[in-house]
């Protein structure tokens, strides 16, 4: 390999290592809830609003995700939603804290268990702001892309909805395309 080719390859080894880093740096930016107790997590979410996801195109009312605790200690998930036509969708997937003992922060996945093991197929789930009582949470990606406000109930204040996503907006979300879930 000639010099020009071996400072060429460096250089964009460099570069490549560089943008990747810098947009780990990006991600880490984004303050997540503090001392999230997973027991108080657990139970039945609905979905109030959310940034639209490829997975949820056939939602159209009633989002739900109820979270449980697996006997390893992961998190079970558990995504129900109506389609327009009244069909319920169903998904089922694990999570796993990726910051103990904080637990704000999971990887989740709803790939077939027997492909679970892949190095694939996992998304960001960061718990962004809960209020004390565990019955409003702002979820998003650290990349901004995605995000979910929900509540333990189906109607929730819109006070206290304009709160939330005025805080996702200070985060740096943008909430053009956001979608008000229907309730039935």
Request: hydrophobic residues 35%; positive net charge.
């Amino acid at each position: 390999m000639n010099n020009k080719l071996r400072v060429f390859t460096l250089v964009s080894g460099i570069a490549l290592l560089s943008v990747a880093a810098l947009a780990h740096s990006e991600h880490e930016k984004i303050p997540t809830a503090k001392d999230i107790n997973l027991n108080k997590y657990l139970g039945q979410w609905h979905e109030i609003a959310r940034k639209p996801l490829y997975f949820q195109k056939k939602c159209d009312y009633n989002v739900t995700a109820h979270y449980s605790l697996n006997e390893n200690g992961s998190i079970r998930v558990d995504n129900t939603c109506y389609s327009q036509d009244g069909k319920l969708q169903q998904s089922i997937g694990v999570a796993k804290v990726q910051n103990a003992p904080v637990n704000s922060k999971l990887k989740v996945t709803f790939l077939p268990k027997a492909l679970r093991w892949l190095p694939v197929g996992r998304g960001d789930y960061w718990i962004l702001k809960i209020d004390e009582d565990y019955q409003v949470a702002l979820v998003g990606t650290p990349n901004k892309k995605y995000l979910w406000l929900l509540s333990r109930s189906q109607k929730l204040d819109p006070v206290v909805v304009e709160e939330y996503l005025n805080y996702a907006q200070h985060l740096g979300y943008d909430l053009k395309d956001l979608i008000y879930t229907k309730q039935k």
